[in-house]
């Protein structure tokens, strides 16, 4: 009977013993050999469809004509935005008209407003007019304020018979037309 | 041995001495690649493996005085990518006739080796239980006759790890002895 210490020793130094023998080396060493040899004919292969594919980049005339075809470029383009950024300038000072623009560029509210009256009453007679918020609140004030004037003047023409009797008359013999007041 | 020379001109990329390289140490490989698989075939697929990973990295090792640690390493690691394909297609390999063939090679002679279909049947039902930790630790300190340092080394388990995975893998072998034999 063997103990069981000595039983596991005996199982170990078996094992040990028996170094496991590579019988077939050169099978081994030829396979790798293929297999290393095979992965490089690939590499070469990628390698020389790039160059194929890319190689000229690498012809210093092609390179140069590159370059300067891409600067090219972009002169134009930084040029072209120039342009543009001021063509968007100009258009954002016109006032616009509908079914034309205007080129003028009033100094002031009232020029603005005589323009807008000019161009929807007889230049264009489709009398619609594109104006801005300020421009029709300002028309506002400014026919509430001539109503205002209308009104007083209507008081005092009221006020004083002999005063409207004469502008009745005045304006009959003017016009020839009557004005009810 | 290994030339630590033969090595450094493989690193240069001469691929003649490579093949001699290739000789020298699909053996060492192919003993660890054995021990851990239990399978002629699949270890001979590992050194394989091993040899042309060797060829595609050798620049990368910084001296060639590290190369036996590397190439452990590397096959180690072969091993454990094989075991876990073979862990989705298990065999079970424990059988009375290994039993009874490791019961009768430990009582008779113990001069006489192996063969390496007896020693993979040995290995694999003796370590069938055994984690890829475990039999990596078992096979290289008790079959190679490593010592825990260099084990660490190769495996990249803390030595304390090296230390509790040989105590269970030890335990779990003298067990199986303790029952069948």
């Not at chain 1, 935005?81 to 001021?86: A, D, F, R, T």
């Not at chain 1, 104006?131 to 023409?157: F, G, H, R």
């Not at chain 2, 090296?162 to 072998?173: E, F, P, W």
Request: proline share 2%.
């Amino acid at each position: 009977m063997i103990p069981e210490n000595e039983k596991y020793d005996k199982v170990l130094n078996l094992l040990r013993k028996s170094t496991p023998q590579l019988d077939s080396s050169t099978e081994i060493e030829r396979e790798v050999i293929r297999r290393i040899q095979k992965q490089n004919r690939l590499e070469v292969n990628l390698s020389g469809a790039f160059d194929f594919l890319f190689g000229w980049i690498y012809i210093g005339w092609v390179r140069r004509s590159l370059i300067a075809a891409s600067i090219v470029l972009v002169l134009i383009f930084t040029y072209q935005q120039g342009v543009i950024l001021k063509r968007i300038d100009s258009l954002s000072k016109q006032t616009i008209v509908t079914g034309k623009e205007s080129a003028l560029t009033p100094s002031s509210e009232i020029e603005k407003l005589l323009t807008n009256y000019i161009n929807s009453g007889r230049v264009f007679p489709s009398k619609t007019i594109t104006i801005t918020e300020s421009q029709m609140k300002e028309l506002l004030e400014s026919v509430n304020e001539l109503q205002i004037k209308y009104k007083d003047l209507e008081n005092i023409i009221e006020a004083d018979p002999e005063l409207k009797k004469l502008i009745e008359n005045k304006l009959l013999e003017k016009n020839k037309t009557k004005i009810n007041l | 041995m290994i030339d630590i020379q033969l090595i450094e001109e493989c690193r240069g990329g001469n691929f003649n001495n490579f093949r001699k390289l290739v000789v020298l140490t699909s053996p060492l490989a192919y003993s660890v690649a054995f021990r851990m698989l239990g399978d002629e075939d699949r270890a001979k697929d590992v050194v394989q493996e091993t040899m042309v990973t060797i060829w595609q990295k050798l620049k990368k090792i910084k001296t060639a005085e590290v190369y036996k640690t590397w190439i452990y390493r590397i096959v180690i690691n072969k091993c454990y990518d094989e075991m876990r394909r073979r862990k989705r297609n298990p065999e079970f390999v424990t059988d009375d006739q290994t039993w009874g063939l490791i019961s009768n090679k430990i009582s008779e002679d113990p001069s006489e080796d192996l063969e390496n279909k007896e020693t993979a049947k040995i290995i694999r039902v003796l370590t069938e239980k055994l984690s890829a930790k475990q039999k990596a630790v078992f096979v290289l300190s008790d079959l190679e006759g490593m010592s825990n340092d260099e084990i660490s080394e190769i495996t990249g388990i803390a030595k304390t790890a090296v230390k509790a995975n040989l105590y269970h893998a030890r335990k779990s072998i003298s067990e199986k002895v303790k029952i069948y034999i």
